[in-house]
């Protein structure tokens, strides 16, 4: 059971970044999927969320109308679109898959950095 996210890099502030995160060993379509970020000597934030079925999406106001968070059940993948990046969204990005009576399962990050 794991996730493995990918995608990440440095890019210049005003660029895109679409990140990655693939589930084996279970099935996303039973779990809400988040997006979670830790900038350096920060607390882990929360990014985003989809729901099971992907019809219900949060994000945080941070990141409202420049981030879009999906899933395609059938890769078994969930994605998260970033555009408009800032300097403050440096950041390692973290995938976590949590349903009710279960433990989360998180991923191992990955780095995004942004920087002229």
């Known amino acids: 059971v794991q996730l493995v996210e990918s995608g990440g890099g440095l890019v210049q502030p005003g660029g895109s970044l679409r990140l990655s995160c693939a589930a084996s060993?279970?099935?996303?379509?039973?779990?809400?999927m988040s997006w979670y970020r830790q900038a350096p000597g920060k607390e882990r934030d929360w990014v985003a969320t989809?729901?099971?079925?992907?019809?219900?999406?949060n994000y945080a106001d941070s990141v409202k109308g420049r981030f879009t968070i999906s899933r395609d059940n059938t890769k078994n993948t969930v994605y998260l679109q970033m555009n408009s990046l800032k300097p403050e969204d440096t950041a390692v990005y973290y995938c976590?898959?949590?349903?009710?009576?279960?433990?989360?399962?998180w991923g191992q990050g990955t780095q995004v950095s942004v920087s002229s």
């Open positions: 976590k898959a949590l349903r009710p009576g279960r433990l989360a399962i």
């Open positions: 060993g279970f099935t996303i379509s039973s779990y809400g």
């Open positions: 989809t729901a099971r079925t992907g019809d219900c999406t």
